[in-house]
Every structure is written in C-alpha cells, then in structure tokens.
C-alpha cells in the first residue's frame, strides 16, 4: 500500500469525491500585513489546550513565572506542556470558561503580567539539530509543548513516528473559507515555513517533503516557490491543488497528493506519509532555532462583523475580547462569534475567553451574511448529501438512523469515519444540521460505551465479590463439616467402643443383675434366717431368763447413750 | 457581550425543498402545454381539479395533524403530486375520477405515512392506481390527439362531459380514442402484428409518425424539461439514465428477434408516460433509492418492469405499477449498495 517513488511535480493530482467550492471570502483578511498586539494585563490558560491527556500543572498560586517557562507538563505520553507567555505571576488555578464547542468550563491558569518580559535563558539549538538524534530531537518538539496547529492540535511529537516514512506532506492548503492565517505564514515566513519542515524531515528521516497549496493563494505559491529555489536540494517540492473544501482535511490531502487513501482505521504513516501545517512547521522553527515554546500564534479576525479585519501575532491566553479591540471592535450588525471557519467553526458564548493553541480564526458574522435557523424540514432524501460527501457516506442513512437512535446501523454505516466537514449540511435543502445530528449520536454512543464499560466492570466486580464470598461461605462450610465429620467420627469411635463392651456384656449384664438380685435376695434370706435364728435364741432364751435379760439390757443402754 | 449559539455549518448555499419542488413545476410546463395542445381541454380540467382536491386535502388533514398549514401547503409538494397526477390521466377522466385519485395520493399515499419525507410509494402513482384498479373503463377514456380524425372534443362538450357526465350525441366513442399503446396491444392480442395493426386505414392517422401522433411531442418535451432539472442539479442523472437506457435495450432486443410482434425501442422510449416516469415520477426523492449505484438498479428495473408489463401484463402502461414496486424494493437496494467508504479496501 505505501507509495513506492517520490512524488514529481508531473504526478497528476488525484481528487477525492465530494466537495465544494465555497466562497472563499479570503480577501477580507489578506490586506494588512501580520500585526502583532500590544500585551494585556492577564493571561488565562487552559490546561487542555490538545487532544489527548489533561497537562499537569508544575506551578502554584503566588508563583512567578518567567516568559517561556513550563507552567504544566504532558499528562501521559498524548499530551502537551504548556508554556507562559508572559513574565509575570501565577494568580490562580481554578476553573473558567475554556473556547470549546460543549461550551463549558475546564481548569486554566491565571497570569498577571508584569510587563517585563522576562524571559527563561534560552539555548537555541540552531543548526545543531542536524547532529541530533531523533528522539531528542522530538522531546525538544514534546517540550515545546507544539501540537497540530491546523486545527486538529494533536501533540506534534507524538505524530512524528518512528516508521518508515517517506513523504512529508506541509500542509498550506488552508480550505475553509475566510480562515487565511497559513495563507499570511507563508507570504511573510516562507522561510521559517520550509526551515521547519527541514526539521520535521529530519525527525521522520524524510525523502522529500511536498508543500500543498491551494491554488487561490498565488502569493504564498510565489513565497513558498522561491525559498525552495534558493534552497536547490531538491528535498522540497510544492503542489499547487485545485481549490475545493475540504482539500486541508489530511486524509483528502493525502489522497489528492500520493493518489492512495489512507486504509480505514490505520495511520497515514503506515502509507509512508505525515502531514503537517505550515504552522506548526514555524511553530518548531522557532522552538529549534530562538529555544522559544509554542505560547504565540497567527490568529485570522475576520467576518463583517469585526471593523478591521486582519491576521495578527497573538500570546496564547489573550482574552478574545482584547483581540477583537485590537481589530476596530464590533460592528453594529455583528451577529455570532465563531471560533474556527465558517463550516467546521463553532460558535462561542462570549468573548471573554482566551486564545488557545487551535485558536486559527475569529470570525465575526454580521446579521445579513448569518444563516437565519430555522425549524428544519424533513429530509426528502434527494441524496446532495451523498454527492458532497468526501468521505462517501450516507448521510441521508446516517441521519435517519440517528433520529431513530439505531447504533447498530449507524456504526454498520460508518458514523465514526465522519469528518464533520459540514458539507451535506451545506446543500441540504432541508436545512438539517447534519452535522450536528451526528456530533450528537456519536457522543451518545460513546457515552453508551462508557456506561457499558463502567457497568461491565461493576458487574465484574460484583462477581468477584459474590465469588469471594461465596468461597469464604464454602471454605467456612467445609471446616465446619470436617468439624462435624471429625465428631461424629469420634462419637461414633466411643460408640463403637461402648457398644463393643455392651456388646459382650449384654447377656452377662442381665446374670450380673440377676445375679445381684439373687444375691441381694440371698442376702436378705440369710438377714431373715439370722433373725429367725436369734428368735429362736430369745425363746430359748427365756426359758434360760438371767442370761436373756442381761444381753437386751445391755444393747438397750448401748442405743440410748447413742440418742444422746 | 453574550453571543447567540448555532450549529455549525455556519453558511448554507442550497436549493431550498420549495425551489426544488418549483424547478420540478417548471420544467413540467412545456410538457403540459403540449399534452393541452395535443389532447384539449380535458387536460386542463385534469389539473385544476386535482390541484384544487389535493391542495385541499392536504390543508384539512394538516389541520388534523395539528401542523402549520401555511408554510408546508406552499412547499410545493402537494401541487407537484397533483400535477404529475392530472398529466397521467385520461384526458376525458371524470371529475370524480379526478378527486378520488386526489385524495388517494395525498390523504392515503403521503399523510398516513408521516406526510413528506416519509412516504414509502410515490403519492401520485398510488392515486393513479387506485383508480386503474376501480374504474378501468374510465381509464381508457382518452381523446383523439390533434390532427387525428375530428381531434379533441371542443369546450362545452368536455366540460359537460367531465363534470355532468353528459355525451354528445355520438356517445362516448365519438369524443374518445384508444392510445397507441392500448390499441396496438389490443390488435396484437387479436393476432394482428404490428405493422399490419400500423398500416391500418382506420388507425394510420395515429401512428403517422415514430411513436403516435401528439404522444411523441408531448414527450420529447419531457425529456427537455428533464435534461434541463439535470441541469440544475435538482433531478439525479442516474434513475433517468438507467431507466431509460434500459428499456430501450430491451425494447431493442425484443425487437430484433421478433419484429412483427415488438414494437421497436423508439415506440417505447416515446410513448406513453415513459419521459414523465423517466423524469418526473421515477426520480422523486422520497421514494426513489438514494445511493449511487441503488439508483442505476433502481432505473434498470422500473425499465424492466415497464416493459414486461405493457409486453406480457393486463395493463397497456405499465409505469404506476413498475415504480410503486421499485418503491417497495428501495430500502433494501440502498442497505445492499453501500458505497465504499474512504481508505475503505476490504469490502
């Protein structure tokens, strides 16, 4: 499946299926050169600012923080740092409203900045990163706490495996409307652009390295062009793309440049390609060559809500609010405030909260270009969904089963490889938010899973309880019989014993008895033959008088002194 | 300052399900005007009454559903359903006939079943059979096209026919005629072929041409208004083209092996309601198959079922019949014609 030559600037490109061709609205941002902005009082930032695990704060309230210092350290190995943008001090941990779709609150440092602008000591790397292994080389990305800056922000170094890969793609495609932030990078940066990817080639141990443009940025094309002119090493090559959304997704990307979709449910290493933004390219530029962490980034304010709209360089953790102020404000009509583009872009609740690493675009509509909400009508089943769709669903299937909460056929119709690119949503003439249909259902089953897990495990623990007791009970059972075994084999030894001696004597018994009755009546006879006996004496007696009186006499005064 | 939430997508660019209905209506129109032209005023009175019936059913059983009325009586759908029937009825159907077909596809076909959306048979159609079943005799009640014989029946006669049940003098066979289809039927069963049944004096007038007088236009007009929805995105290509380029190869392949008693693939391809199922009826959304590939089935066998039916069925058209069953069979050809998803190589 890996692709086996290098990719020439005669390939043909390939197409994904689906798509659309959107206004692009770029224009409205690409005036102004980068602006960058003046720095606030306070920063707040969120420590999950990535996909993956939770970072760990390093630091505590009262603390003070230079500019570029580690305020929190990955979590697990898919984590990310997080770094101070500013010197200052540490005012609080505590929970706050984070930029995120749930629109909930997540637990965010606060800096007071002390204007100083202290920095860490820093050690550039430099050109040394050519000696460097690597692996170190990836812990100075992992340090620098840089993560996808495309969007997706997933941790940087974590990305650049340790396969065999071949290609590495730079991704300048930047497809969804009004979003130009790479646009600019590339126009003003194209230098750092390409010594970034320089790096990242030689952390992969790349062949070559193509940078992706869409072909409505001329200006980065031309930036882009001439470095890779000066640089002559025939490493980078660039590929001008047709203009269609959603040609930035990686997986389209992928498809467009090597012709191959990446197999389902595997890496796009394992086809020999990593993809990369331009940004996060800069991003690692700047860690490598100035030791500087990832705590600013290009941020796009745009939209006809916002007075001036613009691309500025912005601190990670600046309040929004700051940055809008920075670009004129909000106009009278201004309607909603949208984090990201207009199709994968969510909305927020307030501006009052901070710019956060995915922080790519701010764009403000105004009431007349905002979509106006309605009740959505039922689906008529036309299927434009399934002629937009670049991943070749069903999302008239997919839709219909998630109203119905059917899992099994959601999954059977591969809900969980939706990109949530809005593109159905886009044409459905029933104005069904799709996307949203299936945000939801997936949560659901996760959810599901979740609980099922949770109580599988319950339910495990319970029956090691049960068996645990039930062991004890047999084990208790069982002394307790060996017990009463024990006994009875005792009592019946005695038994035996007793009946053995029983046994003999039985018949004996009744003579000894007899015999003792036959004694005792022997015994009585002879008491009464004697007493006869002395009765006979006494008669006899009598007629011998002196000698009886005397002898009675006697044994009377014997009896009496007795009685005394 | 609190922003209002949406979901996103954040911009939309769709034809709305008015537009499309709409777009459907309009490409309807050169069609109709032909079938007036060709057939008169019956056709008119076809469409007012199934207009005026199915557009007041659906406002009283939406009322009976407690849902808003307004706004999904004027989504168009109701209007197409009662356009698509009135152009499948005989010119001279009755306007009881007209009213029961009415309220067959919007009260029994649409509404029981959940309303748009949720219909599993094309409404239309299900009005359309039900009275092909009930009432064949009407059913056949068409006029001579224009330019055979004495043509169409003038004004008074059809209104006083349509609406009163009153006949001319000449009694019914003097305003009606049997249509191409049924009358080369008809001849085949009674051991005259084709072109011996074409050649005819009596009937000659009506198949002075590829596929009938009147009926290839009206046609022909069709496929230009359905060209024109391809166009525009609101029709798919594949059940039109699979639909039709079926039936013409196995019209053709009948043809050739038996010439005399087959009618060629053009008779089929122009007569009849084929460009109106082709366009109109087998591509309606709701009921039709909705994957890629379930769509070329889909068209293949509404073709396969067409043709069997007016070859070997009871029926002289077979399209009503042939696109309700492929309506049964949709869910089950879209669960077995998945696509392949992305990056997916194992299935």
Wanted: aromatic letters at 8%.
């Amino acid at each position: 499946m890996t692709h086996e030559r290098d990719i020439t600037a005669e390939d043909t490109l390939a197409r994904f299926d689906g798509g659309l061709i959107l206004d692009a609205q770029k224009q409205l941002s690409t005036g102004p050169a980068i602006s960058s902005m003046e720095q606030c009082k306070e920063y707040i930032l969120p420590l999950q600012q990535h996909i993956g695990v939770i970072s760990q704060p390093l630091i505590r309230t009262g603390d003070r923080v230079l500019k570029g210092q580690m305020l929190a350290r990955p979590g697990d190995l898919v984590s990310a740092a997080i770094h101070s943008p500013v010197s200052g001090v540490v005012t609080d941990i505590r929970q706050h409203e984070v930029p995120h779709a749930s629109g909930l609150s997540d637990l965010c440092v606060f800096i007071e900045n002390d204007f100083k602008d202290e920095w860490l000591e820093r050690e550039p790397l430099g050109d040394d990163y050519n000696n460097t292994s690597s692996s170190n080389m990836r812990k100075v990305v992992r340090d620098a706490g840089i993560v996808g800056l495309g969007g997706a922000v997933f941790p940087a170094a974590v990305k650049q495996t340790e396969m065999n890969v071949r290609t590495l793609i730079l991704n300048g495609v930047e497809c969804e409307p009004y979003i130009t932030c790479d646009d600019v990078l590339m126009r003003e940066h194209a230098e750092d652009v390409i010594a970034g990817a320089d790096i990242i080639g030689h952390i992969i141990k790349a062949r070559q390295c193509v940078v992706a443009i869409e072909d409505n940025k001329p200006e980065a094309i031309q930036a882009i062009q001439s470095v890779i002119d000066k640089d002559g090493t025939g490493f980078f090559k660039i590929r001008v793309i047709p203009t269609l959304y959603p040609s930035g997704g990686e997986k389209q990307l992928i498809k467009i440049i090597t012709g191959e979709e990446v197999p389902k449910g595997r890496y796009p290493a394992e086809l020999g390609v990593l993809v990369h933004n331009v940004a996060t390219a800069v991003a690692i530029q700047r860690a490598v060559y100035h030791d500087e962490p990832l705590i600013s980034r290009i941020l796009t304010v745009t939209g006809n809500g916002v007075r001036q709209p613009q691309n500025i360089e912005v601190l990670i953790g600046t309040p929004m609010s700051a940055c809008i102020e920075h670009c004129g404000g909000y106009t009278e009509d201004s309607d909603e405030l949208i984090m990201g583009g207009p199709m994968m872009g969510f909305s927020l609740q307030s501006d009052q909260l901070p710019v956060v690493k995915a922080t790519n675009c701010l764009l403000v509509t105004a009431d007349i270009e905002q979509v106006k909400h309605k009740k959505h009508l039922p689906c008529i089943r036309c299927g434009k969904c399934v002629e937009v769709c670049p991943v070749r669903l069903l999302p008239q299937q997919l839709y219909w089963y998630a109203s119905s909460k059917n899992t099994d056929r959601l999954i059977e119709h591969n809900l969980f490889d939706c990109i949530e690119c809005g593109c159905c949503a886009y044409v459905c003439p029933s104005e069904i938010p799709l996307v949203q249909y299936y945000r939801y259902a997936k949560t659901s089953i996760w959810q599901q899973e979740r609980e099922r897990k949770a109580s599988d495990l319950s339910r495990q623990r319970h029956e090691a309880h049960q068996m645990r007791l039930d062991k004890i009970k047999r084990e208790r059972e069982d002394k307790l019989r060996k017990k009463r075994e024990l006994l009875k084999k005792k009592t019946e030894a005695q038994n035996a014993a007793d009946n053995k001696s029983d046994g003999d004597g039985s018949s004996d018994g009744k003579t000894s008895k007899q015999a003792a009755i036959a004694e005792a009546i022997a015994r009585a006879h002879t008491k009464k033959a004697e007493r006869n006996k002395a009765a006979e004496q006494v008669n006899e007696t009598a007629t011998t008088q002196s000698e009886a009186k005397t002898t009675p006499d006697k044994e009377s005064s014997n009896t009496r002194e007795t009685d005394k | 300052m609190l922003f209002k939430r949406s979901p996103s997508p954040h911009i939309r660019q769709a034809i709305s399900v008015h537009d499309m209905m709409f777009m459907v209506l309009y490409a309807l129109v050169p069609g109709a005007l032909a079938s007036m032209y060709f057939f008169g005023w019956g056709v008119l009175f076809n469409l007012l009454i199934a207009i005026t019936v199915c557009l007041g059913s659906e406002a009283i059983i939406l009322k009976l559903r407690k849902h808003e009325v307004g706004e999904t009586l004027l989504d168009g759908s109701a209007l197409l359903t009662a356009c698509l029937l009135a152009l499948a009825l005989p010119s001279l159907a009755p306007w009881w006939l007209t009213t029961i077909a009415s309220i067959s596809a919007i009260v029994v076909a649409k509404h029981l079943y959940g309303g748009l959306g949720f219909n599993p048979f094309n409404p239309a159609m299900v009005g359309y059979i039900v009275v092909m079943i009930s009432f064949p005799l009407e059913m056949t009640m068409w006029t001579a096209p224009m330019g055979v014989g004495g043509g169409w029946p003038d004004f008074l006669t059809t209104f006083n026919w349509v609406f009163f049940g009153n006949l001319p003098a000449g009694g019914i066979d003097s305003i009606s005629m049997a249509t191409p289809i049924d009358l080369l039927k008809t001849q085949l069963s009674q051991l005259h072929d084709i072109s011996e049944t074409r050649n005819n004096v009596a009937y000659s007038p009506l198949f002075a041409s590829i596929s009938g007088t009147g009926w290839q236009w009206v046609n022909l007009l069709y496929l230009g208004g359905g060209i024109w929805l391809i166009k525009k995105g609101v029709v798919d290509w594949r059940i039109p083209t699979a639909f039709l380029i079926s039936l013409v190869l196995i019209s053709n392949t009948f043809a050739v092996l038996d010439y005399a008693n087959n009618s060629s693939a053009l008779f089929h391809a122009f007569s009849g309601g084929t460009m109106l199922c082709a366009f109109f009826i087998a591509t309606d959304p709701v009921t039709a198959s909705t994957t890629p590939r379930g769509r070329w089935i889909y068209g293949a066998g509404i073709a396969t079922l067409v043709y069997v039916i007016r070859s070997w069925g009871g029926y002289p058209d077979g399209i009503a019949f042939a696109v309700i069953l492929m309506n049964i069979a949709a869910p089950l050809i879209d669960y077995y014609t998945q696509p392949k998803i992305y990056g997916d190589h194992d299935r």
